[in-house]
């Protein structure tokens, strides 16, 4: 037996609430170096809001956050190491419209991680590459395909080199033929051993490429385990419910 | 000798304030009429009609207003039009005013979707139902604080009308420094008075922005 | 029409016009350049989360955009004199102008910078950018790219007021129209001049602006 | 003649019984305003006189040096009385009647200022009304060295002068003395006469039996003392036997 | 058999261009009364330019499109007889926002068709009962999720009568959960005999619907015929690499 590893994410008994609403109720959830977590859950059932609290994006306002070892204080105000560690990428790329493909890799490696030029460039090279962008690497976002944009968005977060990468519905913006691109480099991310906690709604993909799938429902984990095992027998009727919406297309 | 007191400085300036009033709301109702119809010219699918409004906006933006004021009051008798300082005013304050209103509500009605457009042509829709039904009640939904934020404007231009003879609080305030010399003072209240005027105008235009933020 | 134009006795002017050019495109330049300064400082000033900072800038934007820029220009070069601060014309003219346009394009920046995608801010956040570094890489450049056509119109809009300068003897285009019809008395062939002159400015100005702006922001920032 | 206006003002005059007149409202004695901001002075009693000799209301109109002309050719007013000095320019554009009030221009400053000719203002910044008598005979007399600040309006000169903005002003005699008797907080004294240039009425071109009108009617007012009553209310001395 | 039917939209050798690019070469394509054709290629294609040629939202260059017998001329300007015929449904739903849903099917009855009132609120009602929102008379589109949204645009559509419907990926706009409810109306819609040409990525709908696949690319019709067949036996490598896309993920 291996020895028990400390996971990498660990999130426990996390609360948030937006005004009134409570929007997570009490999440629990660990994650260990190299593991593939794919969350899926009806619209609002708080994935988004779970992911961003990862990266303090959203501040939450009970439970522990733990990353790497280190604790996430709610009311922490310097992010800036977490985040060094915490990649995201957003569904809809956020690109900085106003810089090349090259520059929107380097800005960071530049002014937070002060890397020098050369370094910057070296790492913004071999991280387009690795999107299979390399020749890419002085065209604007507006000159890019969809598919092509979120993939420069991943680049950037990977030149970062994060422990863990979040990706939040990467897929759902795009135009239906260019999704196979995007999911192609997620899937080699998996494959070479990159932390990943990915929102989607791409059930096929989940449960080719995931170790573990995570079914949020009503701001709580109703469900989690291998995909295989939930897609073919739910214990709950949520998820049940779920499924067969998703695939009554 | 003369010797104005601080109630004869006030009560002067703000008597010239009713002639920046009267003058506002005249430039600014004339004004909006005629926005309107250039609005319409300039968004119109008639070149000819598009590329008339658009010189005359460009030829209004790229004046100064004392200019046009000069020219409509001394130039207009010249080719036999008699004007009175009132109407030299007015034409020309209207004048202002529509150009710069036709531009900023051409920004809103090129803020409504393009769809909306679309939607409404495949409904079989006629360029004049279009704009009548669905373009300009959306547009001037959206341009009512700019409007209101442009009223501002209005009412800090006529103060360029004490140049073809109208005492208005700029031109009081000038005079009463003059006679007074007391420029501080008296250039501070006249200030303040149109910071009274305004400032109102600036407020509700920005609430009704917050608000119609919120509606959507 | 009884009145013969004549614009021939103009031609002994042409100096004061040239000048008055000069001086009209000088004032702008310079209040253009510390202006758009005195915006982009405004704008993050009002965007900070220092409150304090956020209402004195606040209430100085408020006091000049709701004030003619001619009583602001005479509080300036009459008023201030009563305090011990005596400035040349061409100083207050400057000062005014700058003044008046650190005001409106500190508005204008402002709603440049509120406009950015929240998106764009989150993206910086999660690479570890600090707040003002976000400012200057992420928020900044697409914010001006965003407000380029507004702000060039107020820049217009200043080099056109500027015509009001003249009333403190600042020797600038339309000082130079005054200046020439009290001499020759032919007012109409004057303004008429000015007035086209002011229209070629305008026009020079709008032209140049929308040259630097495909420049600076090339490809990347369409203005959708 | 470069001049718009039907030459039948005097018939018009007669018929509608009013007589427009441009007056200034920033120039004491000659016009200024009261509490009131209603202008008063040595021209708008002149414009009075001459409405009155003619039979007709008048109508005051305040102007500025700046604008006085083309409300003139654009038939806005029948008469300019603001103090208007002639030169062989001017009388190319427009006419002018006798001379009705006596005007001596010269430049003046506060106490601690020496400057007794053209010479001494090198180096010093003079304030003149652009466009007046004074500045275009200041501007034949003085040297580059000289800066001269032109204002819109007597108004703009009187505020430059007075708020330090320039050191001197190149103004009426009567005009500074009308200034310092209302105790401002810099006061103007006469340094040097730069020219004596009375004041005439002007009128548009081809408006002959107006003008022989407004003349006789100045005529009649030196006889019969009106005008020098004017002078005395106003300049406190009597007209001058020259004029 | 039965005697050769005219075609209710005919279109024959039509070009497009944007500037430079010709964005359709030379399209023919007859549908027939009752007729559900669905279109399908890849991004780019002209499927979007053609849907949108035949209302005259885009003016085409050359060729002839003739709707129910009449000609609709490259050059012509008034094209509210031919709108008349042909309804529109938008991806983006363009409802507009200052009237209700009631209000936004009567418009264009009270306007356009100058109907009286209490005719346009009956066929209001009843168009917005036939898509399951009777009850939504009053509200306004923001107060409708997505899927409510877009079938009030179907219903305004609906309510002019057109002889044929014009769909352009009516459900890429929806959260998933809501596409459903939108074909299920689209669906009963082809039941009832409705003439449709759908641009669609709903592969699997398309199949069960429609009556013929047509597959654009590069500009022109690629191939077209019973979806089954197609789908099974796709005779272009475009198609079969299309459909490979598509179903990857
Ligand atoms: N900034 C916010 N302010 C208020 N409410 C919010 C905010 N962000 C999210 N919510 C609410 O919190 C709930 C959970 O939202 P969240 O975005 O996490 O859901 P989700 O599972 O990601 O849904 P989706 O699949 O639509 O992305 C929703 O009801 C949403 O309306
Ligand atoms: N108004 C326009 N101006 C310029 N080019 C246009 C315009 N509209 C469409 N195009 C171009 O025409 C081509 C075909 O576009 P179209 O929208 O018809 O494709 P589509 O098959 O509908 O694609 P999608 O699946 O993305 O909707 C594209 O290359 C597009 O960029
Ligand atoms: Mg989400
Ligand atoms: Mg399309």
Same mark, same amino acid.
């Given at each position: 037996?291996?020895?028990?590893?400390?996971?990498?994410?660990?999130?426990?008994?996390?609360?948030?609430?937006?005004?009134?609403?409570?929007?997570?109720?009490?999440?629990?959830?660990?994650?260990e170096?190299?593991?593939?977590?794919?969350?899926?859950?009806?619209?609002?059932?708080?994935?988004?809001?779970l992911?961003r609290?990862?990266n303090?994006?959203?501040?939450? #306002?009970?439970?522990v956050?733990?990353? =790497?070892? @280190?604790? %996430?204080?709610?009311?922490?105000?310097?992010? !800036?190491? /977490?985040?060094?560690?915490?990649?995201?990428?957003?569904?809809?790329?956020?690109?900085?419209?106003?810089?090349?493909?090259?520059?929107?890799v380097?800005?960071?490696?530049?002014?937070v991680?002060?890397?020098?030029?050369?370094?910057?460039?070296?790492?913004?090279?071999?991280?387009?590459?690795?999107?299979?962008?390399?020749?890419?690497?002085?065209a604007?976002?507006?000159?890019?395909?969809?598919?092509?944009?979120?993939?420069?968005?991943?680049?950037?977060?990977l030149?970062?080199?994060?422990?863990?990468?979040?990706? #939040?519905?990467?897929?759902?913006?795009? =135009?239906? @033929?260019l %999704?196979?691109?995007?999911?192609?480099?997620? !899937?080699? /991310?998996?494959?070479?051993?990159?932390?990943?906690?990915?929102?989607?709604?791409?059930?096929?993909?989940?449960?080719?490429?995931?170790?573990?799938?995570?079914?949020?429902?009503?701001?709580?984990?109703?469900?989690?385990?291998?995909?295989?095992?939930?897609?073919?027998?739910?214990?709950?009727?949520?998820l049940?419910?779920?499924i067969?919406?998703?695939?009554?297309? | 000798?003369?010797?104005?007191?601080?109630?004869?400085?006030?009560?002067?300036l703000?008597?010239?304030?009713?002639?920046?009033?009267l003058?506002?709301?005249?430039a600014?109702?004339?004004?909006?009429?005629?926005?309107?119809?250039?609005?319409?010219?300039?968004v119109?699918?008639?070149?000819?009609?598009?590329?008339?409004?658009?010189?005359f906006?460009?030829?209004?933006?790229?004046?100064?207003?004392?200019?046009?004021?000069?020219?409509?009051?001394?130039?207009?008798?010249l080719?036999?039009?008699?004007?009175?300082?009132?109407?030299?005013?007015?034409?020309?304050?209207?004048?202002?005013?529509?150009?710069?209103?036709?531009?900023?509500?051409?920004?809103?009605?090129?803020?409504?979707?393009?769809?909306?457009?679309?939607?409404?042509?495949?409904l079989?829709?006629?360029?004049?139902?279009?704009?009548?039904?669905?373009?300009?009640?959306?547009?001037?939904?959206?341009?009512?604080?700019?409007?209101?934020?442009?009223?501002?404007?209005?009412?800090?231009?006529?103060?360029?009308?004490?140049?073809?003879?109208?005492?208005?609080?700029?031109?009081a305030?000038?005079?009463?420094?003059?006679?007074?010399?007391?420029?501080?003072?008296?250039?501070?209240?006249?200030?303040?008075?149109?910071?009274?005027?305004?400032?109102?105008?600036s407020?509700?235009?920005?609430?009704?922005?917050?608000?119609?933020?919120?509606?959507? | 029409?009884?009145y013969?134009?004549?614009?021939?006795?103009?031609?002994?002017?042409?100096?004061?016009?040239?000048d008055?050019?000069?001086?009209?495109?000088?004032?702008?330049?310079?209040?253009?350049?510390?202006?758009?300064?005195?915006?982009?400082?405004?704008?993050?000033?009002?965007?900070?989360?220092?409150?304090?900072?956020?209402?004195?800038?606040g209430?100085?934007?408020?006091?000049?955009?709701?004030?003619?820029?001619?009583?602001?220009?005479?509080?300036?070069?009459?008023?201030?004199?009563?305090?011990?601060?005596?400035?040349a014309?061409?100083?207050?003219?400057?000062?005014?102008?700058?003044?008046?346009?650190?005001?409106?394009s500190?508005?204008?920046i402002?709603?440049?910078?509120?406009?950015?995608?929240?998106?764009?801010?989150?993206?910086?956040?999660?690479?570890?950018?600090?707040?003002?570094?976000?400012?200057?890489?992420?928020?900044?450049?697409?914010?001006?790219?965003?407000?380029?056509?507004?702000?060039?119109?107020?820049?217009?809009?200043?080099?056109?007021?500027?015509?009001?300068?003249?009333?403190?003897?600042?020797?600038?285009?339309?000082?130079?129209?005054?200046?020439?019809?009290?001499?020759n008395?032919?007012?109409?062939?004057?303004?008429?001049?000015?007035?086209?002159?002011?229209?070629?400015?305008?026009?020079?100005?709008?032209?140049?602006?929308?040259?630097?702006?495909q420049?600076?922001?090339?490809?990347?920032?369409?203005r959708? | 003649?470069?001049?718009?206006?039907?030459?039948?003002?005097?018939?018009?005059?007669?018929?509608?019984?009013?007589?427009?007149?441009?007056?200034?409202?920033?120039?004491?004695?000659?016009?200024?305003?009261?509490?009131?901001?209603?202008?008063?002075?040595?021209?708008?009693?002149?414009a009075?006189l001459?409405?009155?000799?003619?039979?007709?209301?008048?109508?005051?109109?305040?102007?500025?040096?700046t604008?006085?002309?083309?409300?003139?050719?654009?038939?806005?007013?029948?008469?300019?009385?603001?103090?208007?000095?002639?030169?062989?320019?001017?009388?190319?554009?427009?006419?002018?009647?006798?001379?009705?009030?006596?005007?001596?221009?010269?430049?003046?400053?506060?106490?601690?200022i020496?400057a007794?000719?053209?010479?001494?203002?090198e180096?010093?910044?003079?304030?003149?009304?652009r466009?007046?008598?004074?500045?275009?005979?200041?501007?034949?007399?003085?040297?580059?060295?000289?800066?001269?600040?032109?204002?819109?309006?007597?108004?703009?000169?009187?505020?430059?002068?007075?708020?330090?903005?320039?050191?001197?002003?190149a103004?009426?005699?009567?005009?500074a003395?009308?200034?310092?008797?209302?105790?401002?907080?810099?006061?103007?004294?006469?340094?040097?006469?730069?020219?004596n240039s009375?004041?005439?009425?002007?009128?548009?071109?081809?408006?002959?039996?107006l003008?022989?009108?407004?003349?006789?009617?100045?005529?009649?007012?030196?006889?019969?003392?009106?005008?020098?009553?004017i002078?005395?209310?106003?300049?406190?001395?009597p007209?001058?036997?020259?004029?």
């Open positions: 037996m291996s020895p028990v590893k400390t996971p990498l994410v660990k999130l426990s008994a996390i609360r948030k609430s937006f005004g009134p609403v409570e929007v997570l109720k009490g999440v629990d959830m660990a994650v170096e190299g593991q593939v977590v794919a969350m899926i859950g009806r619209s609002g059932s708080g994935k988004s809001t992911l609290s990862i303090g994006l959203e501040r939450i #306002d009970g439970g956050i733990e990353v =790497d070892g @280190e604790c %996430v204080d709610p009311g922490q105000i310097d992010l !800036r190491a /977490l985040r060094q560690k915490v990649g995201m990428v957003f569904q809809q790329f956020n690109l900085f419209p106003h810089l090349t493909a090259g520059e929107n380097m800005l960071a490696l530049k002014v991680k002060k890397q020098d030029k050369a370094a910057t460039r070296a790492a913004a090279e071999s991280a387009l590459a690795k999107v299979g962008l390399g020749h890419k690497f002085d604007y976002p507006s000159q890019l395909s969809g598919g092509q944009q979120q993939r420069v968005a991943i680049a950037r977060s030149a970062m080199a994060p422990k863990v990468l979040l990706c #939040d519905e990467i897929t759902s913006a795009l =135009d239906p @033929e %999704v196979a691109e995007v999911l192609g480099v997620v !899937r080699k /991310l998996a494959e070479e051993g990159m932390t990943l906690i990915l929102v989607t709604h791409e059930m096929r993909f989940a449960r080719e490429v995931c170790d573990r799938l995570v079914f949020m429902h009503g701001g709580r984990i109703a469900e989690q385990g291998p995909p295989a095992e939930l897609f073919d027998r739910p214990s709950t009727p949520e049940a419910q779920f067969g919406m998703v695939e009554a297309r | 000798m003369l010797n104005f007191t601080l109630w004869d400085i006030l009560s002067n703000l008597l010239a304030a009713r002639w920046t009033v003058l506002s709301l005249i600014f109702v004339s004004g909006g009429i005629a926005g309107l119809l250039l609005l319409v010219a300039r119109s699918p008639v070149p000819p009609l598009r590329l008339a409004a658009k010189l906006i460009e030829v209004f933006q790229g004046t100064p207003l004392l200019m046009q004021l000069f020219i409509v009051f001394f130039a207009l008798p080719i036999g039009i008699e004007t009175s300082a009132w109407t030299s005013a007015a034409v020309g304050l209207t004048l202002f005013t529509a150009a710069y209103l036709a531009e900023i509500w051409r920004g809103c009605v090129e803020a409504v979707p393009k769809g909306q457009w679309e939607a409404s042509a495949s079989a829709m006629t360029f004049p139902e279009q704009m009548r039904h669905v373009i300009l009640p959306q547009a001037l939904r959206i341009a009512v604080p700019p409007t209101v934020g442009f009223s501002v404007q209005v009412v800090k231009g006529t103060a360029v009308t004490s140049i073809i003879g109208f005492v208005e609080v700029t031109k305030g000038t005079m009463i420094t003059n006679a007074t010399f007391q420029p501080f003072l008296v250039y501070g209240l006249v200030g303040l008075i149109y910071f009274a005027l305004c400032y109102p105008l407020l509700s235009a920005k609430a009704l922005e917050r608000k119609l933020n919120v509606a959507r | 029409m009884a013969s134009f004549d614009f021939s006795s103009l031609l002994d002017y042409t100096p004061v016009l040239v008055g050019v000069a001086t009209t495109v000088g004032l702008t330049a310079v209040s253009t350049v510390l202006g758009v300064a005195l915006g982009v400082g405004g704008a993050a000033a009002r965007t900070s989360t220092v409150k304090p900072l956020a209402v004195v800038v209430a100085y934007v408020e006091l000049i955009r709701n004030t003619p820029f001619l009583v602001q220009l005479f509080f300036i070069f009459f008023g201030l004199p009563s305090l011990g601060i005596r400035l014309e061409w100083q207050a003219a400057v000062l005014a102008m700058v003044v008046n346009l650190g005001a409106y500190t508005e204008i402002r709603a440049g910078i509120e406009a950015t995608p929240k998106g764009q801010i989150e993206a910086g956040a999660s690479l570890g950018m600090t707040g003002p570094q976000i400012f200057r890489y992420v928020v900044l450049g697409p914010a001006m790219a965003k407000i380029w056509p507004a702000l060039t119109s107020q820049i217009v809009i200043v080099m056109l007021g500027s015509s009001v300068c003249s009333q403190i003897a600042a020797e600038e285009l339309s000082f130079a129209a005054n200046f020439i019809q009290s001499r008395f032919r007012p109409f062939e004057v303004y008429f001049l000015a007035t086209a002159l002011y229209l070629a400015l305008a026009v020079a100005l709008r032209w140049i602006f929308s040259l630097m702006g420049r600076m922001f090339a490809k990347g920032v369409s959708a | 003649a470069p001049t718009y206006a039907k030459a039948d003002a005097l018939e018009r005059i007669a018929k509608e019984k009013v007589l427009r007149v441009a007056v200034p409202q920033d120039f004491p004695p000659f016009g200024s305003v009261g509490t009131d901001l209603k202008p008063l002075g040595y021209d708008i009693d002149t009075t001459i409405a009155k000799e003619m039979g007709a209301k008048v109508e005051l109109v305040p102007v500025t040096s604008n006085r002309i083309p409300y003139l050719t654009t038939g806005k007013v029948d008469l300019v009385i603001s103090s208007l000095g002639k030169n062989a320019e001017r009388e190319k554009v427009i006419d002018f009647s006798t001379a009705y009030a006596p005007f001596f221009n010269g430049v003046f400053g506060p106490d601690d020496k007794e000719k053209a010479e001494d203002l180096g010093k910044t003079v304030g003149v009304t466009g007046s008598v004074e500045d275009i005979e200041l501007s034949k007399i003085v040297s580059d060295k000289v800066t001269v600040r032109r204002y819109e309006d007597n108004n703009g000169t009187i505020s430059a002068f007075l708020s330090g903005q320039v050191q001197l002003v103004t009426g005699n009567v005009v003395a009308a200034i310092f008797e209302r105790n401002p907080p810099r006061q103007p004294i006469m340094k040097f006469l730069i020219k009375p004041c005439f009425v002007g009128l548009n071109k081809n408006e002959g039996p003008l022989e009108k407004v003349n006789a009617i100045i005529a009649k007012a030196k006889d019969d003392g009106s005008l020098n009553d002078a005395k209310k106003w300049l406190h001395a007209l001058p036997k020259d004029l």
